[in-house]
């Protein structure tokens, strides 16, 4: 059954489409398996346009994969092609959890988490901002992540961090991770993703999220109004107050201006506070709960086919990264949360041109007594050269000459 599945499932590249994972700005994501062969990698995330004429998001899409190939650190997803007629772009997949279900996880008083742990966490995720600020993008610019929060900061296993969207195209930011300035309307900066990084600290040391129980979260967004949390977390640890308090300050220019003066001062406050860590630990505790965590982890169908397309002309794989796309409150509420993905129906045209394809009768056998095409192939030469024999010949005769003259004569 399970091979059936596999032929009858849709193929981008040299992988099958295998379960849904989110669905963003008329795009699909899509979990994917290599059915045949060894070369890794094994399992994708595959990033799909619903329409693959739709010029934005197809260049949407394109810069994506332009931006992930531009970057190679184990904190970041890596891109593995690009299907420009198919308007998908395979990148790595991450099993494990997302930093949201810790933090619901937490709040549900199934899983607690460490000062300890929490500050490691928001390091590895500020070496990875580093490496890709320090990269020239697609765009000529440096690149930016712009939507940073704990959907897409993944928990692995195996205990690695992976920071994911970076050069996706999102539907809004949660106003608890979004800086004035972006609040505001400013485009995003470096500067804008240190703001989101110590809000998501702030987050995962108190247990609550900045704006909570707020009149109007938006307008507290745009003033950058954090004193009620930031002095909570100074009066609980007072080694943290001077770098988040820099990091979370309403005017970007009096942030951290190098990435690495912010990992010196978040590295020496880890120091000071001490504590064990265990990243896997909390992970595997997470999953023990993934049944329970539906606020953040909704239901999806295992495969939400999209239409079958007509037959297109080759396309060129590059061998050179899941970004859910789902979020959480955004910023623009004229913008509704992400809907779960209906199943999209076959039109009546495209199931007859399927069954069609499916009667086409199989290739006649090759003949294999057809007279050959062109001039016939030369003679095989033979094994060895004349030249080579005779030198074989006078090798073994000098062979045999020094033996003789060592047993009778020495």
């Not at 004035?180 to 108190?206: K, Y």
């Not at 009066?235 to 979370?248: F, G, H, I, K």
Request: with cysteine; charged share 25%.
């Amino acid at each position: 059954m399970e091979s059936c599945t596999v032929k009858s499932a849709r193929r981008i590249g040299p992988f099958v489409l295998a379960e849904t994972l989110g669905e963003g700005r008329g795009t699909v994501l899509y979990r994917a398996i290599r059915p045949e062969g060894t070369r890794p990698p094994r399992e994708v995330c595959i990033r799909i346009a619903r329409d693959p004429t739709d010029s934005i998001t197809t260049e949407r899409i394109r810069t994506e994969y332009e931006t992930l190939r531009a970057m190679d650190n184990p904190r970041l997803p890596k891109a593995y092609g690009h299907y420009a007629d198919e308007g998908a772009l395979a990148m790595s997949y991450f099993s494990g959890a997302t930093l949201a279900d810790a933090l619901q996880a937490r709040q549900d008083n199934l899983v607690p988490i460490a000062v300890s742990t929490a500050l490691d966490i928001i390091i590895e995720v500020a070496h990875g901002l580093r490496h890709g600020h320090s990269i020239i993008g697609p765009t000529g610019q440096r690149i930016i992540h712009g939507h940073l929060g704990p959907q897409r900061i993944r928990l692995t296993p195996s205990g690695e961090i992976v920071i994911v969207g970076f050069g996706a195209h999102t539907k809004g930011r949660h106003p608890a991770y979004t800086a004035p300035e972006v609040a505001r309307g400013e485009p995003a900066t470096i500067l804008s993703d240190q703001w989101a990084l110590g809000a998501i600290l702030v987050e995962l040391v108190l247990g609550e999220r900045l704006y909570t129980h707020v009149p109007s979260p938006l307008d507290s967004s745009c003033a950058g109004d954090v004193e009620r949390w930031v002095g909570r977390l100074a009066a609980d640890y007072p080694d943290l107050e001077s770098p988040v308090r820099t990091m979370l300050a309403p005017n970007p220019a009096d942030r951290f201006a190098r990435a690495h003066d912010l990992l010196k001062e978040l590295l020496a406050a880890s120091r000071r506070i001490g504590g064990t860590v265990n990243r896997r630990h909390l992970t595997s505790r997470v999953l023990v709960h993934a049944d329970k965590l539906s606020k953040v982890r909704p239901p999806r169908d295992p495969l939400a086919p999209l239409p079958i397309q007509p037959p297109r002309r080759a396309i060129q794989f590059e061998s050179v990264h899941p970004a859910d796309e789902r979020t959480e409150p955004i910023m623009d509420p004229g913008i509704g949360h992400d809907k779960e993905l209906d199943p999209v129906p076959i039109p009546v045209q495209q199931q007859e041109w399927f069954d069609e394809i499916q009667e086409i009768p199989p290739m006649p056998a090759l003949n294999l007594d057809m007279e050959p095409i062109g001039p016939p192939a030369p003679e095989p030469a033979p094994p060895f050269l004349p030249s080579e024999v005779a030198g074989m010949a006078l090798g073994s005769m000098m062979v045999m000459l020094g033996v003789t003259y060592v047993f009778w004569v020495l």
